[in-house]
């Protein structure tokens, strides 16, 4: 008698055998069913309103998703989630469905800004909050890169009245890239650089909205309590370490004359009035007094995209005034403005009484876009260029630095804390401080 091979498995379908024997698997006809045609409907359902010329919005402050290529190696199966998440053709309406269930039955809102993403999403460097009349572009540039830590905070902050925060003021705060008091060195360090070569250095930092405009502010939002502790050292480091301007009371003068704040409700910007402040403030601080000429007229009014809202899948409007900026008291010489400035952005007119005339670079971040109006009016010859182009080129910089008598330095309040500026890193510096020993000032 033969014996067949241990452990063979019967010769016959796992769901033909009997039920009570140890291998009988039952099928699941029904169900399978009705996966396989769920997953037909999700697959297919895009296509087809794809094919019959449905398209998808932007409803976040980002591109959609382009499909992966080969090319990104593994990036194909990798990002493939995320162009098939950005271009759900209802996604805009499955969003607002969700977020008014959550307030109507909930009373808060639905959490799709909830931190702990791996990739920061929001606004983002390049391109302007405050795009030139009847263009509206999308939104912002400067933005602080999360480093990991931002589980449990919220992209935007929602106050009262429809007032809207952005979460990476809290964030960068309560969890910098970089210490406070080395990047209060830092800046120390740079200043001393600049001006060790014969050259004159302005630092001014620019509060932010959660800083100047606080009374919208809900009683509690995450980061709130590691937070404030941190505003008012800030901004004293900032001033006594650093060398800082501190533009606050001029702000807050502003927005008494106008009865309203110089930001937007819904954006994390500040109005063209705050950017006339800081010019003004920079040019005083320079040549002071020469603004006692300068006279100030509206041009007109617009509106373009607040940045804010597309964080929560929302739309939301800036209403803006922009402004001629009369250095002499007669002739206008405010420009356009940049929409971009990751690349050097160069004005120069014939001086004017009113004006600062020395060679001047002014780096700054998102808030350097309303300025670069009025800019050119308060300096007869000025260069303006993104501070973060000093990471991918910081020859570039050094040799734009290396060419000016003044060097402005504008950071935005939550780039101080979270000690992000691209200028202030050691290798920068130490590059900087050489070519400029090599070309001083006299």
């Known amino acids: 008698m033969s014996v067949g091979p241990i452990n063979e498995l019967p010769p016959v379908h ?7 024997h140890s291998l009988h698997r039952p099928r699941h006809g029904k169900r399978q069913l009705t996966a396989l045609v769920s997953a037909l409907v999700f697959f297919a359902t895009p296509t087809l309103m794809w094919v019959f ?7 976040e402050n980002h591109k959609l998703a382009s499909f992966p290529t080969f090319g990104e190696g593994w990036g194909v199966f990798t990002n493939l989630d995320e162009w098939a998440t950005d271009n759900l053709v209802f996604r805009e309406g499955a969003v607002q469905a969700t977020d008014w269930v959550s307030r109507t039955f909930f009373g808060e809102a639905a959490p799709f800004d909830q931190g702990g993403a791996t990739e920061p999403t929001g606004p983002l460097p390049g391109s302007p909050s405050e795009p030139a009349p009847g263009d509206s572009g999308p939104s912002v540039p400067g ?3 999360p480093d990991g830590s931002d589980a449990g905070f919220r992209r935007v902050v929602e106050g009262s009245d429809g007032w809207l925060y952005f979460g990476t003021d809290a964030l960068a705060k309560c969890h910098p890239q970089v210490p ?16 060790s070569s014969g050259r004159e250095f302005v630092l001014v930092a620019v509060p932010d909205k959660t800083t100047m405009v606080p009374e919208h502010l809900p009683a509690t939002y995450p980061g709130k309590d590691c937070a404030d502790p941190v505003t008012p050292d800030l901004w004293r480091k900032a001033v006594r ?6 533009i606050r009371p001029r702000l807050s003068v502003a927005a008494d004359k106008l009865g309203k704040p110089v930001y937007y409700p819904q954006d994390t910007h500040w109005t063209h009035e705050g950017a006339i402040e800081m010019v003004g403030a920079v040019a005083d601080e320079v040549k002071p007094g020469v603004t006692d000429r300068w006279r100030i007229q509206a041009k007109e009014r617009y509106s373009a995209d607040a940045d804010l809202p597309p964080l ?9 005034t922009s402004y001629r900026l009369r250095p002499n008291g007669r002739t206008d ?5 940049a929409n971009d400035l990751q690349s050097p952005l160069h004005h120069e007119s014939t001086p004017l009484s009113g004006q600062v005339i020395a060679k001047t670079l002014v780096l700054g971040d998102s808030f350097l876009v309303a300025a670069s109006r009025y800019l050119p009016a308060a300096f007869a010859d000025v260069t303006m260029q993104y501070y973060l182009t000093a990471g991918r080129a910081p020859d570039q ?3 734009s630095m290396a060419d000016a008598k003044i060097v402005v330095l504008q950071v935005v309040e939550r780039n101080i804390a979270a000690g992000t500026p691209e200028v202030l890193t050691p290798a920068f510096l130490e590059k900087l401080s050489v070519e400029l020993a090599k070309r001083p000032v006299r």
Do not use: Y
């Open 14 to 20: 796992e769901a033909w055998l009997p039920r009570e």
């Open 333 to 337: 010489r405010t420009e356009p403005g």
């Open 53 to 59: 010329g449905m398209r998808a919005s932007e409803i």
């Open 241 to 246: 370490v650093a060398g800082a301007i501190d």
């Open 312 to 320: 929560i899948g929302k739309k939301g409007k800036n209403n803006a």
């Open 180 to 195: 406070l008091d080395t990047t209060m060195a830092q800046l120390a360090k740079l200043r001393n650089v600049v001006e």
């Open 143 to 145: 933005a602080d890169q």
């Open 397 to 399: 910089v050094v040799d």
